[in-house]
């Protein structure tokens, strides 16, 4: 089975904030459930939750590959950056 994930590039996203842009060659990294729980402190069981429901558009980020859960880098990222703006932070 082939895998149909087309890889971002920065040209993809001109308006990168520049602490998101120097990540580079990273941004295209497929990280597990573990992985941004470790890195980002969002634990497994409300990544679950939330991709259910897509809460917060938490599901549309996913990337199922066979009964895996994926999502790129530079999604999280991103997606993290909207929620700062919804909530009014910096």
Request: hydrophobic share 35%; proline share 7%; aromatic share 6%.
């Amino acid at each position: 089975m082939q895998c149909n994930v087309t890889p971002l590039t920065t040209s993809h996203k001109p308006d990168l904030p520049p602490h998101i842009a120097t990540l580079g060659p990273h941004l295209q990294d497929l990280l597990t459930v573990r992985q941004i729980e470790t890195e980002y402190g969002i634990p497994a069981a409300t990544q679950y939750a939330w991709g259910g429901e897509n809460r917060y558009g938490w599901g549309e980020l996913r990337i199922h590959l066979g009964r895996s859960v994926r999502i790129r880098r530079l999604d999280l990222l991103l997606w993290i950056e909207s929620r700062k703006a919804v909530k009014g932070g910096a």
